[in-house]
């Protein structure tokens, strides 16, 4: 999952960064509202942070443009204490949900899942696929119950296609969703992580879709 993180405030894009990081998403940052447009339009993420005081454009603009261009991806905004005209602002502008300065780090990482969570049209923070489970809390993978071994990639990897189970899921798009814009991609690792997570759970949950891409199976 791939996030994009709009804050202008270095200390505390900082920590939002390490805490994304460490809660294994993927975190493209700008301290600006043009980039911040450029990048959203552009680029696939999964969920944009989007502080609303910012340079250039502000936050509240650059969410009406991209509703406007018809981007639905979710969006948390950051609002000053006790901005409760920010918020309505916001909420009417397209926000999907909104958090106030100062906030804990955990329930803006909670409010995240959960967007993710219902822009993908799942109702719980676990999710099943056969006999894997995936708490999106922890991060945790099991498979009957044992725990699984995942490195961060394959992570990444197995948290995207168990969100959009049943669906086929590109090698591009994949890649779009597991890596930050500066990183090397190459769209043939993926297969590499596949191979890999075939090994770690039923191999047959994961279906190569020739010349599509990928499909996880739910037969629930
Ligand atoms: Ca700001």
Not at 146 to 154: D, G, I
Request: net charge negative; charged share 25%.
């Amino acid at each position: 999952m791939r996030i994009l993180l709009v804050e202008d405030e270095p200390t505390l894009s900082q920590q939002l960064i390490q805490a994304l990081r460490e809660s294994g998403y993927s975190v493209d940052h700008t301290d600006n509202g043009r980039d911040a447009q450029h990048l959203a339009l552009g680029e696939s993420f999964d969920a944009i942070i989007l502080d609303l005081g910012l340079p250039l454009i502000d936050g509240l603009t650059v969410l009406k443009n991209l509703r406007a261009q018809g981007r639905k991806m979710p969006v948390l905004i950051l609002t000053a204490r006790d901005g409760w005209h920010e918020k309505v602002a916001g909420i009417d502008a397209g926000a999907d949900d909104y958090l106030s300065k100062p906030f804990h780090m955990e329930e803006l990482l909670a409010r995240l899942r959960a967007l993710i969570r219902r822009a993908t049209g799942h109702a719980s923070s676990e999710l099943d696929c056969g006999t894997v489970r995936l708490d999106t809390k922890s991060g945790r993978v099991t498979v009957d119950a044992q725990p699984v071994t995942l490195t961060a990639h394959e992570l990444k990897v197995l948290s995207y296609l168990m969100h959009h189970q049943n669906e086929i899921v590109s090698r591009t798009e994949l890649t779009e969703h597991i890596y930050e814009q500066d990183f090397d991609r190459d769209s043939n690792t993926i297969e590499v992580f596949i191979g890999r997570l075939r090994k770690k759970i039923p191999p047959e949950l994961i279906e190569t879709v020739r010349g599509l891409g990928y499909r996880l199976n739910n037969t629930n």
